[in-house]
């Protein structure tokens, strides 16, 4: 049972990372950008690419290589972001959601084959594996890179809540994602919060598939798209645009997943993910903290 809700947990703050993201600009101007996966993969070769060009990193200077690199990642990841908005999203500010919608899906493809035209469709060893002693806590089989990527994780997404709560373009946001008009009249410079969102997402994407790259050993171009749809799977859990919604998502997500995957079997976790998504859009499609918004006509 200890096994099961470490396990949970691990791979819940990966989602709820990536979910961030999803809840984030979803809250601002209401777009599901399904391109956002995709920032995930980017940010794993992003790291793939910086890594290799060094060389041989010995053991002893792995952990510092990796969060110079995560750290470097995150800001290339998050530009690429803001690019895509200013491309692709921006110009169809105002269009029915539809075309922005299928403009995001068509964003997806680009950075799936594009990253595969330049990298080649076959996967990639990531160079540099996090391999540490295992510790039993309470019965559970913990390693000790499970516990530096997990300390990430919390710091990032602790730090992200506080950004948002007590600093004035978290107080924009906030302000744009209950009243885009009010606070444009009010004197908030709106593409400059929309803009900032997109980077703190997208960042946040980026230092998760360099973290994923580091544990699991391996990337490929299409590694953005299961875990994107988890990822938004645990936005919709938590209710979609709320910030603390989507960590609890990502946990609740991990968790479900990991008992799931010990009742039914491995073979039936993507099922049993996406009928937990099914059921929640259906009997609860405001999630857990979301709230029951009224459009204005």
């Given at each position: 049972m200890t096994?099961?809700?470490?396990?949970?947990?691990?791979v819940g703050s990966f989602y709820a990372l990536i979910a961030l993201g999803y809840s984030m600009v979803y809250g601002i101007i209401k777009l599901l950008n399904f391109a956002h996966g995709d920032l995930y993969m980017l940010?794993?070769?992003i790291?793939?690419?910086?890594?290799s060009s060094v060389g041989i990193i010995p053991a002893s200077m792995s952990i510092t290589a990796l969060l110079i690199v995560l750290l470097l990642t995150m800001i290339i990841?998050?530009?690429i972001g803001v690019g895509i908005e200013r491309l692709a999203y921006r110009p169809l500010r105002g269009s029915p959601r539809l075309a922005v919608l299928i403009?995001?899906?068509?964003?997806?493809?680009?950075?799936?084959?594009?990253?595969?035209?330049?990298?080649?469709?076959?996967?990639?060893v990531f160079p540099v594996r996090l391999q540490?002693?295992?510790?039993?806590v309470l019965g559970a089989r913990v390693s000790a890179p499970q516990i530096v990527l997990m300390v990430i994780a919390v710091l990032l997404m602790l730090s992200l809540n506080s950004y948002i709560q007590r600093t004035s373009m978290g107080r924009a946001m906030r302000a744009i994602a209950l009243d885009p008009k009010g606070s444009l009249l009010m004197g908030i410079n709106v593409n400059k919060v929309i803009t900032w969102t997109f980077f703190i997402g997208s960042a946040l994407a980026g230092a998760a598939g360099v973290m994923a790259g580091a544990y699991y050993g391996k990337i490929d171009f299409l590694m953005g798209f299961i875990i994107g749809l988890k990822a938004f799977t645990a936005?919709?859990?938590?209710g979609i645009g709320n910030i603390k919604g989507a960590m609890l998502g990502g946990l609740l997500l991990g968790l479900l997943e990991a008992f799931g995957s010990q009742w039914l079997g491995g073979e039936w976790r993507d099922v049993f993910t996406f009928a937990v998504?099914?059921?929640?859009?259906?009997l609860k499609p405001t999630g857990l903290l979301g709230e029951r918004v009224t459009e204005r006509v």
């Amino acid at each position: 049972m200890t096994q099961l809700v470490w396990n949970g947990l691990f791979v819940g703050s990966f989602y709820a990372l990536i979910a961030l993201g999803y809840s984030m600009v979803y809250g601002i101007i209401k777009l599901l950008n399904f391109a956002h996966g995709d920032l995930y993969m980017l940010g794993a070769f992003i790291g793939y690419a910086m890594l290799s060009s060094v060389g041989i990193i010995p053991a002893s200077m792995s952990i510092t290589a990796l969060l110079i690199v995560l750290l470097l990642t995150m800001i290339i990841s998050g530009g690429i972001g803001v690019g895509i908005e200013r491309l692709a999203y921006r110009p169809l500010r105002g269009s029915p959601r539809l075309a922005v919608l299928i403009t995001a899906v068509g964003a997806s493809f680009t950075l799936e084959y594009g990253v595969s035209a330049i990298a080649g469709p076959n996967p990639r060893v990531f160079p540099v594996r996090l391999q540490g002693q295992t510790f039993d806590v309470l019965g559970a089989r913990v390693s000790a890179p499970q516990i530096v990527l997990m300390v990430i994780a919390v710091l990032l997404m602790l730090s992200l809540n506080s950004y948002i709560q007590r600093t004035s373009m978290g107080r924009a946001m906030r302000a744009i994602a209950l009243d885009p008009k009010g606070s444009l009249l009010m004197g908030i410079n709106v593409n400059k919060v929309i803009t900032w969102t997109f980077f703190i997402g997208s960042a946040l994407a980026g230092a998760a598939g360099v973290m994923a790259g580091a544990y699991y050993g391996k990337i490929d171009f299409l590694m953005g798209f299961i875990i994107g749809l988890k990822a938004f799977t645990a936005a919709v859990i938590g209710g979609i645009g709320n910030i603390k919604g989507a960590m609890l998502g990502g946990l609740l997500l991990g968790l479900l997943e990991a008992f799931g995957s010990q009742w039914l079997g491995g073979e039936w976790r993507d099922v049993f993910t996406f009928a937990v998504l099914i059921a929640f859009l259906t009997l609860k499609p405001t999630g857990l903290l979301g709230e029951r918004v009224t459009e204005r006509v």
